[in-house]
Each structure stands twice: as structure tokens, then as C-alpha cells.
């Protein structure tokens, strides 16, 4: 059986197994929303474990003798920091990266405190309650492991997580002063190892169902564009990485001319089909990092990312040359055009930067139609040079 014919035995696409697998296909807009989720869930497990971890110290208390659980209890005390850190309400963005160095160190905590508590347990006796405490210890690494299947992870990204760690445990066990045997070695690490397998579906699942709900909610199920709400978040993240590095950011607003008599001489379905023909043009004249969001109607903004007032201007020019494909009746299927760029215009948010590009679009309906007014005020005809 190909590979092919196997995706498709799943019951999912080629293209939801790649977004499966790694990250690299996904949207900005999943991508903010994953790395939320992945934040409050940290936020989530780190509260409960900064609370339960120093309260064990009662139980080393009873299980060794000192200094043997004072130094477990300092341990503890420190990792229980961590996950307080983890789980405070901090102010800051809430980006991909900020997510994944999080977890990061929410996973890495728990094997991390295994393996400092290895050599404390090397001449000591451990029999009853202490031998039993030190089993638990060992389970650690399998906590953390177990631990994946609670976030929305790529197949590749929970195989990074757990690799280290189960590299730590492999290295804890072949170390520990409880006696090293092979059967009972090869037994956990195949365990751990089949943890992982069942905590990697699991966070694939959750990635899957999280894709779809996404994109249902973020594109327009007729033009399959981005939706206000989604296009809104995005060009609130795209304007913010736009100041940080003072790079220029344009907002085209696009108005369909003549729209409502499409639909009164010839239908809805022929409407319906005119606004599909506005996006297919203007996707093969945009380049793949440009947005397009449709804003309400036959209203679609277009995102041009680290495009200046110059290049604001060919891409106009370029899609005015033959417009946006053709009409019912077969004139030409027109727009009005109205641009605002972050730093022509002086701009400070993105909200105004829209609301001054809706604003030039109805100048350049009232000056006649099928026309731009671009940044500044310029004005950009079909032909012009």
C-alpha cells in the first residue's frame, strides 16, 4: 500500500497528516492560538505541581533519615519555584516561542530532579517505606513523558520533548544505587518508549481537532479567505512584528464595483462566484506572505507585509493592469482601492491604519470607480505610469 492510499485509509488528507507531523504548514492564526492553549495549560499543570511537590516532603521525612530528606526537601523546594514561575499570571506576549520554552522547562523539571536525587540514594538502605519512595522517584521521567499527551504537539515536536528526557531516564536508571538489572532496564525503557507513543497520538489528536476547529472558524467558507475575526488577530501580530523592527506595513481595502447589480440581474450564485474570482485573482497576484481577509460583503482587506509606499504602488499597478478577471456579462470585474502604509502615513496602530484605508477606498469610489487612492493621497489609474 502506498503511503498515499494509506493517509487516505485514516480518513484524513496528505495535508492534515503534514500538519500533523510538523509545524511548518501552519497558519500564523493556529499558531497564536496553539500557543495559548500550550500556555494556559503549563500555567495549569505547574499550579498543581508547585503545590503537591513540597508537600512530599512530609513523606521523604518519614521515609529517610537526615540529611537524606532535607536535602530532597531543598530540591523539592526549588522545583516547586520553577513551576510557580511557570504558573504566575505574568504580563507578556504570548507567542509561539514563549509557549515551547515554557513547556520546555515544565518537562524538563521533573527528570531533572530525578537524576539530583539519584547519589543521595547510593549507601543508603532502602527497604519498606524508603525502597517504595525511591520507586517512586524512578517514575519521574515517565511522569513527564505521560505528561505530552496533555498539549496540542506535532508528532516531531513531542518526539524533541521527550527525547532528552528519555535520554536522562536511560542515564538515571543505568546509575541508580537500587541495583542495575538488564531485563527490568530494557522493560522500562521500552515502557517509557511506549508512553510516548500513546502520549504523542494523543497530543496529535488534539492537534487535529484543533485544526479543524480553527479553520472553521478562520476562513470564509465561500472564498476560503481569512474571516474578519481571524484576519484581524493576524494583522494585530503582523503589525506588531512590523514596530518592532520599524519595517513598513501596508493595508489595501478592496471594494467590489457594482456588486449589488450582479446579484439582482443575475443571482446570488453568479455574486457568490464574482467574489470567488476576486480572491483567485488576487492570490495569483500577490506573493504567498500577503493576507487577504474579507472584511464584510464584498469588502476584503489585503495584508501587505514589508511593503512601502513604492511597493504598494506596483502591486496596484499590477493588478489593475487586467483587473480582477470578469463579470457576468463579461466587462471587467472592477474595484475600488484604498491604502494606507504604517510608515508613509504615520500611522501608530493598526485599527486607524485599517479605518484610513476604508476611508481612501470610498474617495476613490466617488471619484469614479475602478481607480486606487494610494498612500498619501495618491491617486493610481488603470494604466497609469
Request: hydrophobic share 50%; aromatic share 10%.
Amino acid at each position: 500500500m502506498h503511503l498515499k492510499q494509506l493517509v487516505g485509509s485514516l480518513g484524513i488528507t496528505r495535508s492534515q497528516m503534514v500538519s500533523l507531523l510538523w509545524a511548518r504548514e501552519h497558519s500564523p492564526y493556529l499558531q497564536r492560538h496553539r500557543a495559548a492553549i500550550v500556555i494556559s495549560r503549563v500555567q495549569l499543570v505547574s499550579a498543581v505541581f508547585a503545590v503537591l511537590t513540597p508537600l512530599w516532603i512530609l513523606v521523604d521525612a518519614v521515609a529517610f533519615a537526615w540529611p537524606a530528606w532535607g536535602i530532597l526537601g531543598g530540591i523539592r523546594l526549588f522545583s516547586s519555584a520553577v513551576f510557580l514561575a511557570l504558573a504566575w499570571p505574568w504580563e507578556f506576549e504570548k507567542t509561539q516561542r514563549n509557549a515551547f520554552l515554557m513547556l520546555t522547562a515544565m518537562l524538563v523539571n521533573p527528570p531533572l530532579f530525578y537524576l539530583v536525587s539519584i547519589p543521595l540514594f547510593h549507601g543508603v538502605p532502602l527497604d519498606g517505606l524508603a525502597a517504595i519512595v525511591a520507586a517512586l522517584y524512578a517514575l519521574l521521567p515517565f511522569v513527564a513523558i505521560a505528561g505530552l499527551s496533555v498539549f496540542p504537539l506535532t508528532i516531531l515536536e513531542a518526539l524533541l520533548y521527550a527525547s532528552p528526557v528519555m535520554v536522562l531516564a536511560a542515564v538515571g536508571a543505568a546509575f541508580a544505587g537500587t541495583g542495575f538489572s538488564w531485563p527490568t532496564y530494557i522493560g522500562n525503557m521500552w515502557l517509557l518508549g511506549l508512553i510516548f507513543g500513546v502520549g504523542a497520538l494523543a497530543g496529535a489528536g488534539q492537534l487535529n481537532y484543533m485544526i479543524a476547529l480553527v479553520s472553521r472558524a478562520s476562513q470564509d467558507p465561500l472564498t476560503g479567505v481569512f474571516t474578519r475575526r481571524s484576519g484581524g488577530e493576524i494583522i494585530d501580530l503582523q503589525y506588531r512584528v512590523a514596530e518592532r523592527h520599524d519595517s513598513p506595513f501596508a493595508i489595501a481595502f478592496f471594494d467590489l464595483d457594482n456588486f449589488k447589480s450582479i446579484n439582482d440581474r443575475y443571482g446570488h450564485e453568479e455574486g457568490d462566484a464574482a467574489l470567488r474570482t476576486l480572491v483567485n485573482a488576487l492570490r495569483a497576484k500577490l506573493r504567498l506572505s500577503d493576507i487577504i481577509v474579507r472584511w464584510g460583503g464584498e469588502e476584503f482587506v489585503v495584508v501587505l507585509t514589508n511593503t512601502d509606499a513604492n511597493g504598494v504602488r506596483l502591486v496596484l499597478r499590477r493588478i489593475m493592469q487586467d483587473w480582477l478577471g470578469n463579470r457576468p456579462d463579461g466587462g471587467l470585474l472592477t474595484a475600488s482601492i484604498g491604502v494606507a502604509e504604517r510608515k508613509a502615513d504615520g500611522i501608530g496602530d493598526w485599527p486607524k491604519l485599517v479605518e484610513l484605508a476604508d476611508q481612501r477606498m470610498y474617495q476613490a469610489k466617488k471619484a469614479g470607480k475602478a481607480r486606487s487612492i494610494s498612500c498619501c493621497g495618491e491617486e493610481i489609474l488603470p494604466g497609469s505610469g
